[in-house]
């Protein structure tokens, strides 16, 4: 087979890093598209695909659109196509095809099932909870973030595909966690040889982005209990590679902001706070700057950064007002400066921090 060369190279490696982070198909941008895709570059995509698509639970649907995208490509410039890729994209889309109408049977099933439950009255828990574990496995997939374009320099996540699912939003990665992970990236010295808490943590993207830029310590906090166990499962799934780069590993705790009192002889050698996307319910507002309050007044030069996009400037007012309540001064920053390194999928031109105890690292 040929060589690949350095333009193929260039989207093979945009293809890896979006596929792997699994960026939504609308979002889809593997710059630049060659003028030629040849048969060993095929070969590689391939590889890539077969790789990750199982272990990482990427639909089938999803790989079935992206290697579309990637015919279109190779038949537009009229390039010899890759068999392999060719068939496993035909049985994949075979797959596919049996997916959706297996689904729908089973809705037709489900529908005569709860009929003849509801005649028998008969409710059969093993059978519900093997239905609940297939949900959950559905619902989920492994993504993974790469901080190089190669994807060498990784953190994978087990995340949800929904934006909320079992009743919380901290199951999946927010605009605002990859915002602040870039901007720490694009700033080490913030995180190096810090001891750091993460507040509302959700699955450990910041706080495992802080590990890996040094940090000597990081805990990271969350009150729900289905969040703190994927946490936990998260950094787990980094350990290894965090230990080969001689990297902190994030503990897990559990923390409520409505917390009254903290025994703060656990938390007295703390440098920073940090918290992604945590100011945007109201209701919480008040238990977070009071909880903010705590950790001030007993480590007063403590250097806190909240980051978060601009949803609803009444919560956003709620928040300064309450820090307002404290005493607490601020300085603002926009986040739109900062060089992108991961892939994002939202509108982020309104992603600001909030400093408290600004240093200059
Ligand atoms: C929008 S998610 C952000 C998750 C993560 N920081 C990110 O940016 O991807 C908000 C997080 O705050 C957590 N949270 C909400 N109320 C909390 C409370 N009272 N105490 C601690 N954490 C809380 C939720 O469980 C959730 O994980």
Redesign the pocket.
């Given at each position: 087979m040929s060589e690949i060369n350095l333009e193929e190279q260039e989207f093979i490696y945009s293809f890896k890093k979006q596929y792997l982070q699994i960026v939504p198909l609308y979002n889809l941008n593997w710059q630049p598209i060659p003028s030629n895709l040849s048969v060993s570059a095929q070969a590689e995509i391939l590889s890539i695909i077969k790789e990750y698509h199982i272990p990482n639970k990427i639909t089938n649907n999803y790989t079935v659109q992206c290697l579309k995208k990637i015919i279109n490509i190779i038949e537009k410039n009229f390039c010899e196509m890759n068999e392999d890729l060719l068939n496993f994209y035909l049985n994949l889309l075979f797959e596919e095809k049996n997916d959706n109408t297996n689904a729908n049977n089973n809705i037709n099933i489900n529908l005569n099932s709860t009929l003849i439950t509801t005649i028998n009255n008969n409710n059969n828990t093993s059978n519900n909870n093997i239905n609940k574990t297939n949900e959950e496995d559905n619902n989920t997939w492994w993504k993974i973030y790469s901080l190089d374009k190669s994807c060498n320099n990784i953190i994978k996540l087990l995340e949800d595909k929904s934006m909320i699912s079992k009743g919380?939003?901290?199951?999946?990665?927010?605009?605002?966690?990859l915002r602040?992970s870039e901007y720490f990236i694009q700033n080490p010295k913030i995180c190096k040889n810090k001891n750091i808490i993460?507040?509302?943590?959700?699955?450990g993207?910041?706080s495992l982005i802080c590990a890996k830029l040094g940090a000597k310590t990081v805990l990271a906090?969350?009150?729900?209990c289905d969040?703190l166990q994927r946490l936990q499962q998260n950094i787990e799934a980094n350990q290894l590679l965090l230990e080969k780069e001689n990297c902190t590993i994030p503990k897990v705790e559990k923390?409520?902001?409505?917390e009254k009192y903290l025994d703060m002889s656990e938390y007295k050698n703390l440098d920073l706070i940090i918290?992604?996307?945590?100011i945007?319910?109201p209701e919480?507002i008040e238990?977070?700057v009071n909880?903010l309050s705590i950790f001030l007044k007993a480590i007063p030069l403590i250097t806190i950064i909240l980051?978060n996009p601009l949803r609803q400037q009444s919560t956003y007012d709620l928040f300064l007002e309450q820090l307002n309540k404290h005493n607490i001064t601020i300085h603002i920053e926009l986040i739109d400066q900062v060089p992108m390194i991961f892939y994002h999928d939202e509108e982020f031109s309104q992603i600001q921090m909030t400093i408290i105890n600004k240093k200059d690292e």
């Open positions: 919380t939003t901290g199951l999946r990665t927010w605009e605002a966690s602040l993460e507040l509302g943590a959700g699955i993207l910041l906090t969350d009150v729900n969040v923390l409520d902001w409505n918290c992604a996307d945590v945007y319910n919480n238990p977070l909880i980051c």
